[in-house]
């Protein structure tokens, strides 16, 4: 407990010090813990709702088979007793977590569920896994061992075509790319300050 404690504090404090010595001290607090607090604090939980109800559909949609094989993967995870324990530990706490990272601030910007994806990931893996060992169970031969792996794929490739037109055809908005080469070296944006 003491390494990890440590691992927490070490950094925290070295930044701190750097921080301090640079002068930046009432911007770096600023941004780390005022605005923060501000930021989780604007919008109201019925709002929050709206938002999550409006934005989880566009970010499950384009890949939804791969969140149905994570689905399933979590519900292996307690079903299947070829699991290691601390899988069945680790992979939820893993979900709960990775879920918890997009909920400060109610806004639930569809870039945020980013850090959801290794876990999603994991559990789709999973869930093709479950699906290979129930096939193997059942005395299923043949084609059959391959529906996991062709599951798998399908499910990427319905995500890649869901999205195609995003990947390889739209043209990126001028003011997400080339910012800065256009000479606003000074102020990126129109009214930033930084």
């Not at 607090?29 to 989880?56: H, I």
């Not at 999205?163 to 043209?171: H, R």
């Not at 910012?179 to 606003?184: E, H, I, M, V």
């Amino acid at each position: 407990m003491v390494i990890f404690t440590l691992g927490l504090a070490v950094p925290f404090v070295v930044i701190s010090i750097l921080v301090w010595h640079a002068g930046v001290w009432d911007k770096f607090w600023f941004w780390t813990f005022r605005y923060a607090r501000e930021y989780v604090s604007l919008v109201p939980l019925d709002t929050g709702w709206e938002k999550f109800k409006n934005e989880f559909p566009r970010v499950v949609g384009p890949s939804l088979w791969i969140w149905a094989l994570a689905g399933a993967g979590l519900l292996a995870l307690f079903a299947d007793k070829h699991v290691p324990f601390s899988t069945r530990v680790a992979l939820p706490l893993f979900a709960i977590f990775s879920v918890l990272t997009v909920m400060p601030g109610l806004y639930f910007r569809p870039h945020y569920f980013v850090t959801t994806l290794p876990v999603v990931a994991l559990l789709a893996g999973n869930g093709c896994a479950a699906i290979g060992r129930y096939i193997t169970a059942s005395g299923l031969k043949g084609r059959w061992t391959t529906a996991p792996v062709v599951l798998g794929i399908c499910a990427l490739l319905w995500a890649l075509i869901q999205q195609w037109s995003f990947f390889f055809a739209e043209t990126p908005h001028p003011l997400r790319v080339g910012t800065l080469s256009r000479g606003n070296r000074d102020r990126p944006l129109p009214g930033s300050s930084f």
